[in-house]
């Protein structure tokens, strides 16, 4: 008899994406004429940059021809690609990174859910609520939490992101291992100082954590006092492990492609205290289970750093945070009060009643998708996520059917 892994069925019964994807195809069906749009999932709408395409096209070429195709490429990713990330990403910002420090891949989901393998069962977990469901999803999965009671998995330390904190956590309070962060934040938008991030890598250090910092949104940093990578403070290359992507930034949601920095002075432990290096544990896990991102688009992942590729991308990444404004701006007159939008794509809105049943209130009356807040966490009972990830004209649209919805 075949049997399962039970810490599946602890999971709630579907991941929230999905969950939002049924109601909402289930409510197209009843009504087939509702012309909804989607402010829920934070997936691009703009298409590549000119410049990612390009390369891409010539690296599809390169591939037609006997002198120039190329078979399986490096597990960690091509140098091209690997030495651009560094010198630009990292280098430039005074961050202390090299080339060989950075794993490419097909996805900061795949890495941020992947990456707890490294890690024992029995480790001290605290993941933000509200949270990026894949975080504590994976967890779940590998066996490290209890069972999930009144809206929590149990061992679990939850890191409390609300009003009272400005969305940004308290250091925890009890002891912990292992600590996951992202900022700009998904999902409620809000930013961290080089200040307090200097006090989480801090933290780590003294108490031998290892923080896994998501910094996918990075792109959608304006304010230059901001930090966009952990790398930028003092210390953490000891004690953290970065995840990017190029997703959100050059629009490759479909395309396919991310990197994770481990730096080569990250070091973890095994029971006897004997310290291990994480980059040497990630580049194993790789070259066993990943074999590589696509050669062309590896190919379109370079030319998003020409000259041509950073100015495409400023201007899409611009273009989104022009609509996040109009939402900040619309949802400020209608008096609801948020946070977000300004350093990122995410505007987390106080509804201040059940997010579902505003969540079904939106879809119904305005035919406008958002994301609850409870599908990322207890801290998000009585909010809701808009993402600025649509055309300015169907966010504006989007606006003014909210605004009936709600006077209605
Ligand atoms: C989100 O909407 O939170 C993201 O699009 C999910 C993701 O990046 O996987």
């Not at 291992?177 to 307090?196: H, Q, R, V």
């Not at 688009?297 to 020409?306: D, I, K, L, P, T």
């Amino acid at each position: 008899m075949i049997r399962i892994n039970e810490n599946y069925l602890k999971l709630r019964s579907s991941y929230l994406f999905v969950e939002i994807a049924n109601r909402v195809s289930s409510y197209q069906k009843e009504n087939p004429d509702a012309e909804i749009i989607r402010l829920g999932i934070g997936d691009v709408t703009l298409p590549l940059p000119p410049a990612c395409i390009q390369a891409f096209q010539e690296g599809v070429k390169e591939m037609a021809s006997d002198s120039t195709f190329r078979g399986y490429g490096p597990e960690q990713g091509y140098g091209f690609l690997r030495d651009k990330i560094a010198l630009n990403d990292y280098q430039a910002l005074g961050a202390d990174i090299d080339s060989d420090e950075i794993f490419v891949s097909d996805g900061a989901k795949c890495d941020t859910g992947n990456i707890q393998e490294l890690f024992a069962t029995d480790i001290r977990l605290a993941i933000p609520d509200p949270v990026y469901p894949v975080y504590l999803d994976t967890n779940v999965m590998a066996g490290r939490t209890g069972n999930f009671n009144n809206g929590r998995y149990n061992d679990i330390i939850y890191l409390e992101s609300l009003p009272e904190n400005g969305f940004v956590p308290f250091l925890p309070e009890t002891p912990v291992d292992l600590i996951y962060l992202c900022f700009p934040n998904n999902p409620t938008g809000a930013t961290i100082s080089k200040d307090s991030l200097k006090k989480w890598v801090d933290f780590a250090h003294e108490h031998k954590v290892l923080i896994l910092f998501d910094a996918a949104y990075e792109a959608f940093i304006r304010d230059p006092d901001l930090p966009r990578s952990i790398f930028e403070i003092d210390g953490a290359r000891e004690v953290a492990i970065e995840f990017r992507s190029f997703s959100k930034t050059a629009g490759f949601t479909g395309t396919r492609c991310a990197y994770t920095v481990v730096p080569k002075t990250c070091m973890a432990y095994d029971e006897r205290g004997q310290q291990h290096s994480l980059h040497g544990l990630w580049s194993r896990r790789q070259s066993t289970k990943f074999n590589g991102v696509s050669y062309p688009v590896q190919r379109a992942a370079e030319a998003a750093y020409s000259d041509a590729g950073k100015t495409q991308i400023i201007e899409m990444v611009d273009y989104y945070l022009k609509n996040a404004a109009l939402i900040r701006n619309e949802m400020a007159s209608l008096g609801f009060e948020f946070v977000g939008g300004e350093n990122s794509p995410y505007i987390w809105v106080h509804c201040k009643r059940d997010a579902w049943e505003f969540f079904d209130l939106l879809l119904k009356t305005a035919g406008v998708v958002t994301t609850p807040g409870p599908g990322f966490g207890k801290c998000g009972e009585g909010f809701i996520r808009i993402s600025a990830f649509n055309s300015y004209e169907k966010v504006e649209k989007a606006m003014v059917r909210i605004k009936d919805a709600l006077s209605g």
